[in-house]
Each structure stands twice: as structure tokens, then as C-alpha cells.
């Protein structure tokens, strides 16, 4: 079932894409610890479906999509780490970001650091 396009989906929607080229650039330019998300306009939490869109429908890597959820999610009274793990150096190395408390699947993750909320 699809949901009606409302006004504070669509904000937050494109703030979604703006936020996500602004996390690109700034990671680009800054680094890990120079990064910076603008907060998003004053709109319910209720508006989270418009951001997801987004995050479903635009490229991005997962440190992105983690800055832009902790911007968001901060805004909204719920200040959460974006953590970033390796994989064991047994088999292929991979990393990944992703917000405190966050489900997923796929191989276990070692943290390495954190980016604490604003």
C-alpha cells in the first residue's frame, strides 16, 4: 500500500538529499572527524517515512547513511553513536557504520571507533 506524498515527508525527504551530499563533501573534505550534517528543518518525527524513501532510492555508502540517521534522530530528542567496526582479519576485510542500537545481518563487526552525537 503506498502512502500520500504529505508536505513534512517531502521536507524531509529533501533534506535527505541534501544532507547526504553535504555528509559526502564533508567527509571528502574534513575527514571522519571534521564531518558536518546540517540539523534538519523543524519537522515531526512522524516525517521519518519521507527520509527513508531517500535513503532507500539514492546511493550511498553506510557512513553516510549513518550521519544522516544521527543528525535526524538527534534533532529528535534521541541522541544516538554512529559506530564503526572491521571485520576479524581472519578472511576478507570488511567495514561498516551504523547507528547505536541498529540491527543487521552479516559478518560480526569489531567497533573501532565512535561518532558521538551532536
Known amino acids: 500500500m503506498r ?4 508536505v513534512a515527508n517531502a521536507r524531509a525527504a529533501w533534506w535527505t538529499v541534501l544532507a547526504l551530499a553535504r555528509a559526502r563533501r564533508s567527509l571528502r573534505r574534513n575527514g571522519i572527524r571534521g564531518i558536518r550534517v546540517a540539523p534538519p528543518p523543524p519537522l ?11 535513503l532507500r532510492r539514492l546511493p ?4 553516510e547513511r549513518a ?6 534522530h538527534a534533532s529528535h530528542g534521541a541522541p544516538l553513536d554512529v559506530v564503526i567496526g572491521v571485520t ?3 578472511g576478507e576485510f570488511r567495514a561498516h557504520a551504523w ?3 541498529e540491527q543487521f545481518d552479516g559478518p560480526d563487526f569489531q567497533e573501532i571507533t565512535r561518532i558521538p552525537a551532536a
Open 67 to 72: 550521519l544522516v540517521l544521527q543528525r535526524w
Open 3 to 6: 502512502r500520500r506524498l504529505d
Open 44 to 54: 515531526p518525527e512522524s516525517a521519518s517515512p519521507g527520509v527513508a524513501a531517500v
Open 60 to 63: 550511498h555508502t553506510c557512513l
Open 99 to 101: 547507528l547505536e542500537g
Open 88 to 90: 576479524a582479519p581472519r
